[in-house]
């Protein structure tokens, strides 16, 4: 029998004789002392990715691995997308090893951010979605911010054990990893990154001493984040890469807002008040009135309500409509992937139109 090979980059199977699957190489390119599949290679030389088939169940197949194992769980998700980036039913796919929860692309919120809030607002939302997590802890995987406190933590946490780091597409698992090993051995990017969601397809395995290893686990594509709505391109507008400059839009009842063409905030019913909209920079905002706003977007979207755009357009599933009451309270109504917009008084009446499909919450104020 052949000896198995796996890719260097993001640990698939190496294979030859599918080119839509994962960990595909031409023949010709085996001889290589370096093996990585041909959807690593694009992505490292031509920033390019293939998108190559896998089954959510033959993700959540592979995590459940984990509740075979004793180990510590490391699981991360994105602070600007957690709902989006949760997994339901994830406890049991990891079963009794203790979970630490990492909210990660702290870089990106403002300065004035209340972590404590956030952390407080992370913990809790952990638990409605049924996930019992040991602690919380912030990070930026790719500036580096929160890690003298994790590896700390991880290392004492682990006690020995190995560590499974977990996590959906998309929400930094790759550069937290490559992070943690930048930090302890200097190689840089040892793990695949990339933009776009699904890139590490298999169990990396790092050592971590002569006893135990960390796991880079597949990520799990999770259907509610909107990365999965909208096209590659698309995403690299709506998906922040600074930190956000909030934007102040003092709107009377009976206006609207549109974020690009993927969302639509309607203040219904209220007093006059300054809404904040915590979006990427890039994504455009319009204001026009409530009851041309239907006209404004069936004319404008794809061009002045951009993105989506007219080729990109196709792939959005249309706008639905949810009508909520905000409590009499400064709150956040989040938009998974998108960001949040703050409510200060509360006490109104909103309509959000956003893909359906996407689920959006609401939380007392982080600023
Ligand atoms: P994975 O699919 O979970 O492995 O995610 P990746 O590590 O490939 O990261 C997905 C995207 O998020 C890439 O565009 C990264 O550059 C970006 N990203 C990862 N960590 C951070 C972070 O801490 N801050 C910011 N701003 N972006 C990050």
Redesign the pocket.
């Known amino acids: 029998m052949e000896e198995l090979m796996y890719c260097e980059g993001c640990g698939a199977e190496i294979q030859t004789k599918e080119k839509t699957k994962s960990g595909f190489v031409p023949r010709s390119a085996l001889d290589s002392e370096h093996i990585i599949c041909q959807r690593c290679f694009r992505l490292k030389h031509y920033n390019e990715v293939q998108d190559v088939e896998y089954s959510d169940d033959d993700y959540l197949r592979m995590i459940n691995k984990i509740s075979d194992t004793n180990s510590l769980v490391v699981k991360i998700v994105d602070i600007f997308d957690f709902n989006g980036s949760f997994i339901s039913g994830f406890q049991r796919l990891t079963g009794n090893n203790p979970i630490i929860l990492i909210g ?2 702290v ?2 919120l403002p300065k004035s951010t209340n972590k404590s809030k956030l952390i407080h607002w992370m913990k809790k939302t952990a638990s409605e979605f049924g996930l019992t997590v040991q602690d919380v802890f912030l ?5 580096g911010l929160g890690f003298d406190i994790i590896e700390k933590e991880i290392e004492e946490r682990r006690n020995g054990k190995d560590v499974y780091v977990v ?1 959906c ?8 990893i490559n992070q943690l090993i930048n930090r302890s051995s200097g190689v840089k990017n040892a793990i695949t ?3 776009f ?4 397809l298999g169990f990396i395995q790092i050592p971590l001493d002569r006893k135990s290893n960390m796991y880079d686990t597949p ?1 799990v594509v999770n259907r509610r984040q909107l990365v999965h709505y909208v096209s590659d391109k698309d995403l690299k507008v709506i998906t922040p ?1 600074k930190e956000i400059k909030p934007k102040v839009y003092q709107l009377q009842d009976k206006q609207t807002l549109f974020f690009g063409g993927f969302a639509r905030f309607d203040f219904e019913k209220g007093m006059k008040q300054s809404f904040v909209c915590y979006l990427s920079n890039e994504l455009m905002i319009h204001r026009t009135k409530l009851d041309q706003a239907d006209e404004f977007y069936q004319k404008h979207v794809g061009e002045l309500l951009q993105p989506p755009t007219q080729e990109t357009l196709e792939q959005l599933p249309s706008l639905v409509k949810q009508t909520i009451k905000i409590p009499r309270e400064k709150t956040d109504i989040v938009v998974p992937g998108l960001g949040w917009i703050t409510v200060p008084d509360g006490g109104v009446t909103i309509s959000i139109h956003v893909p359906k499909g996407v689920n959006i919450s609401l939380r007392p104020a982080l600023i």
């Open positions: 990660n692309k870089d990106l990070a930026s995987a790719e500036k996590g597409t998309n929400v930094g698992k790759s550069t937290f990154t990339s933009y969601p699904g890139t590490t990520g890469k």
